[in-house]
Every structure is written in C-alpha cells, then in structure tokens.
C-alpha cells in the first residue's frame, strides 16, 4: 500500500472545492487558476437546515459564498423577526463585514442544508498579498456586489418614500 503525501491530498482537496465553486455565477469572472487559487484561502461550512450561519451584531470579518442550498436573512424588529432575504447558491453576504469590521446588520438561518465557502477578511489580505491581481480583482467583484445592493436598497426606498 502506497502513501499518498499531505500535498496531494491538499491538493486534491482544492481541486475539488474548486470544482463546486466553478460551477456558481460569481465564479464566472475568474479563470479555472484563478479559483483554485482562492479555494486554497477559503474555509468551507455545511449547515443543516434551521441552522444559524451568522447572527446579528456579531463581529465577523468574513465573507460568505453560497455554493449549495439558502440562506433565510432575518432582521429582528420590535418584539418580533422578519425575513428581508432568501439567499441563494451563487450569492453572497458579510460584504461589508468584511470590509468595514462592523457588525452584522441581521442574521442568516439556513433555509435547507447548506453548503457556504467563507474567505475571512486575513485571507483575502493573504490572496493580495501572494497574488496581488487577483486580490485586486476579488475586491472589485465586492466593491461591484456592494453597489449593486446599494442600488437595489436605493429603488426600494424610492418606491417606499413615493407610497
């Protein structure tokens, strides 16, 4: 019987994160290299349904990519919680968390089981720091997600203030 060395498990343990997260939209920007690359800085997370990913006010500094199942995102109101968000496989959460290092703005309770690869705010700074590119190229794709929520917020508080 042969050994098989801890490099090439590891190897192939990246390869197969690699694979389930090529197949998610927000991969779509970055080369097969590319993902591989960021598998190797990620922490993967398997939730069962009803578990509680990440909770209000927490301080986390991490991002969360929904590779399979979603998340329900809850806010805690006067005495009672209301679901704002069902997320899905290839979105995200903890973009400004990561970011800014304040604390969740609501919770995440995972709707069916799931399966989310978290890049923490020490690994991305790790990825610009041994691949400068690409490290770039991540923050822009949050520095774009970001936008595009703070869009979608905008309309809905137009549509809110014109009722």
């Known amino acids: 019987m042969t050994r098989i060395s801890k490099k090439k498990l590891a190897y192939e343990k990246y ?31 398997s939730a069962k349904k009803g578990a509680v990913v990440f909770k209000e006010g927490d301080k986390e500094q991490s991002l969360g990519i929904i590779v399979k199942g979603s998340i329900d995102i809850l806010k805690q109101g006067n005495n009672e919680t209301k679901k704002i968000a069902c997320l899905k496989s290839s979105q995200t959460f903890g973009e400004m968390a990561l970011l800014d290092g304040e ?61």
């Open 15 to 45: 390869v197969k994160y690699a694979q389930i997260l090529e197949k998610t939209r927000w991969a779509s920007e970055f080369s097969w290299d590319d993902i591989r690359i960021i598998c190797r800085y990620i922490h993967p997370v």
């Open 103 to 163: 604390p969740r703005s609501a919770s995440g309770v995972a709707a069916e089981g799931t399966i989310i690869f978290f890049i923490s705010k020490k690994s991305l700074l790790n990825i610009a720091s041994d691949h400068p590119k690409l490290g770039f190229r991540i923050l822009w794709k949050i520095s774009k997600l970001i936008s595009r929520h703070l869009r979608k917020t905008t309309g809905k508080l137009v549509d809110y203030i014109e009722k």
